[in-house]
């Protein structure tokens, strides 16, 4: 089944509160999990801002409001993130840690496939470094 216009990822998942359900899991788990230190690293010590800014852009990014923009403006991915060195570790790290974030949630089916590919697709248009 495709998502559109009558079937909006943000609704599918669960709307505001599982994105920031999602966003806890996934900054938790990249705080405590060793196997994230890499992509930790590239984060401030408080994990705040970076929270909140994930759970605005996730909000609109899977059709829900778009608070992000409303409150920074256009997200511009690449150039925000030009400054960190991102490259295949960095980029599976992230993926691993929203993978486990999602499993935390348990999030299956159609959504689940849908946000692997998006987020996979994402990670890799933010990769700035070779290897």
Partial sequence: MEFGPDRLPYDELGGGSTVDALVKAFYDEMDCNPAFERVRKLHPESLDESREKL???????????????????????????????????????????????????????????????????????LRNQPG
């Fill in 55 to 125: 759970r605005l852009s996730l909000s609109g990014w899977l059709g829900g409001p778009d608070l992000y923009v409303q409150n920074h403006g256009h997200p511009r991915l690449r150039m925000r993130h030009a400054r960190f060195p991102i490259g295949e570790t960095e980029r599976d790290q992230w993926l691993a840690c929203m993978a486990a974030a999602m499993d935390h949630l348990d999030i299956q089916g159609d959504i689940r496939a849908f946000l692997d590919t998006r987020f996979a697709h994402t990670a890799d248009f």
